[in-house]
C-alpha cells in the first residue's frame, strides 16, 4: 500500500537498528509495515486502541510477514492504550513513534510512558498534527534532548518530526533549530504561516476585555522567538 510522505520521512529518521520499535497509535500500520521491511529493529510493536483496526492489522501482518521456520516473530500487535505500552527490559534498546494524534494527546502519552518507565533510556520519534509549540515547551519540561528535528510538507499541511530521547543532553527549542534551512521556500512559507497565525491569536487576545497577563506574554515571546528566525535584511 502506498506510504504518505510524512511517514516514509519519519522511517527515514530511523538511523540505526533497535531491539523494539513501538509504532505507537499506529492505525493501518503502514509505518511499522515500512519499518519491518528496512530491517530496523528486533521487534516491531504496532500499538491502537481500536480492536477491528488491530484484528485487520494482525491479518495482514501473519500474510505478508509470516513467522518462518526456526525464525522468531519479528512483529507484536497490542490493542491497549499507548499510555499503557509494556516495554519491558531496560538494557535493550527502545523506539517509540507518535505520529499523526494532537499536540494534547501526544504529550499526555509521553507523559504516561516516561512516568512508567522512569529508570529507562527512552528514544521518541514524534510528528503531532497541532500544537507543536507546547509539545515542544512540554518536551523541554520533561527533559527530554534533541537528536534530530525535520519540517516536511505533505498534502499541502506542514508537520514537524522530532528525535528526541531521555539521554540527548542537547535541549528541544520552543520553535525548533537545526531543522530550518531557510533559503528553502517551504520554510519560509511555514515561518510566514506560523508568525501570521500567532499575530492573529494575539489580536484576539488583546480584543477579549478579561485579558489574561500571562497569555498575553507568552504570546509575545512566541512571535518574537519566531521573528528572531527571520534572516535580517
Ligand atoms: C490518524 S491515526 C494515525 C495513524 C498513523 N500513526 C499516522 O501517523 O498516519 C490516529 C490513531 O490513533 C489511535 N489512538 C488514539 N488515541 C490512542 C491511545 N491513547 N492509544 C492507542 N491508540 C490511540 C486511533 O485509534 C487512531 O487509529
Not at 520521512?9 to 493501518?28: E, F, L, R
Not at 528496512?38 to 480492536?51: E, G, I, K, R, S
Not at 519560509?188 to 506560523?194: E, P
Not at 500567532?198 to 507568552?218: A, H, W
Request: charged share 20%; proline share 3%; aromatic share 6%.
Amino acid at each position: 500500500m502506498k506510504i504518505s510522505q510524512r511517514l516514509r520521512k519519519i522511517a527515514t529518521m530511523v538511523h540505526k537498528h533497535y531491539d523494539h520499535i513501538w509504532d505507537c497509535c499506529c492505525d493501518h500500520g503502514l509505518l511499522g509495515a515500512k519499518l519491518l521491511d528496512n530491517n530496523c529493529a528486533d521487534t516491531v510493536h504496532f500499538v491502537d486502541v481500536v480492536p477491528d483496526l488491530m484484528q485487520e492489522v494482525s491479518a495482514k501482518l501473519e500474510r505478508f510477514y509470516p513467522v518462518t521456520d526456526g525464525k522468531e516473530k519479528r512483529w507484536q500487535v497490542h490493542c491497549i492504550d499507548v499510555a499503557l505500552l509494556p516495554i519491558a527490559d531496560k538494557k535493550q534498546s527502545q523506539l517509540i513513534i507518535i505520529a499523526g494524534v494532537g499536540g494534547q494527546l501526544l504529550i499526555e502519552l509521553v507523559q504516561a510512558i516516561l512516568a512508567k518507565y522512569p529508570q529507562h533510556s527512552l528514544e521518541f520519534i514524534l510528528c503531532p498534527v497541532h500544537h507543536i509549540f507546547e509539545v515542544r515547551k512540554a518536551l523541554a519540561k520533561l527533559n527530554l534532548g534533541l537528536i534530530d528535528e525535520h519540517l516536511i510538507e505533505d498534502n499541502q499541511r506542514f508537520y514537524e518530526i522530532l528525535h528526541v530521547s531521555t539521554q540527548s543532553q542537547q535541549a528541544v527549542s520552543l520553535v525548533g533549530n537545526k531543522m530550518w534551512d531557510l533559503t528553502r521556500l517551504i520554510d519560509q512559507r511555514y515561518l510566514q504561516k506560523t508568525l501570521a497565525h500567532y499575530q492573529r491569536t494575539q489580536v484576539g487576545l488583546l480584543k477579549k476585555p478579561s485579558l489574561d497577563e500571562v497569555q498575553k506574554n507568552e504570546i509575545t515571546q512566541i512571535i518574537n522567538a519566531y521573528q528572531a528566525l527571520q534572516p535580517q535584511s
